[in-house]
């Protein structure tokens, strides 16, 4: 259903359309500019209402970016350029982006858990992997793990320091 110009035109629309957008979950500004703008609302309406919830603090890339990390992490640990990457896919502006490790460094149950650092999230990820592949062959075990904690976006140096010590029974 199309919007009346008026409607389209409408901050307060625009702002209530946004509310709405949010109720259901956390977005960036991006996020909610783009479905305000695919609903049919004009671009300075959007502009205005996206302002103006920035304003009252609804609208935060930097405490959107702080959820997703604990969330995501806790979840399934993954590598910092995975992160970076899926931050960038939401629309979260690259200065944000960039202060990934200093966000997760401030908060406290990433750093109590060890999942503000590399390789602690790369252990914790091996750990939560482990318990499926608990009856694989040695070989087949290693390549498995080399790929998983490849697509969770870890380097490949980190991987194989892991999984030697692993091999020589330090992890």
């Not at 490790?101 to 401030?106: K, N, T, V, Y």
Request: charged share 35%.
């Amino acid at each position: 259903m199309a919007l009346s110009p008026e409607r389209a035109a409408s901050e307060e629309a625009a702002k209530e359309a946004a509310l709405r957008i949010l109720a259901r979950g956390p977005r960036t500004e991006h996020e909610v500019g783009e479905r305000l703008l695919a609903r049919g609302f004009d671009q300075n309406a959007v502009e205005r209402a996206v302002q103006r919830l920035r304003r009252v603090s609804l609208l935060d890339d930097r405490a959107f970016t702080r959820s997703f990390l604990r969330t995501e992490l806790t979840r399934a640990p993954q590598g910092r350029r995975l992160l970076e990457m899926k931050l960038k896919r939401r629309g979260v502006p690259p200065a944000i982006v960039q202060e990934i490790g200093q966000l997760m460094d401030e908060d406290p149950d990433l750093t109590e858990r060890t999942l503000s650092t590399e390789e602690g999230r790369a252990v914790a990820a091996l750990t939560q992997l482990k318990r499926r592949s608990a009856r694989l062959t040695p070989e087949v075990y290693r390549r498995r793990m080399e790929q998983a904690l490849a697509r969770r976006g870890f380097a490949w140096e980190l991987i194989r320091d892991l999984l030697g010590e692993e091999a020589e029974g330090t992890v």
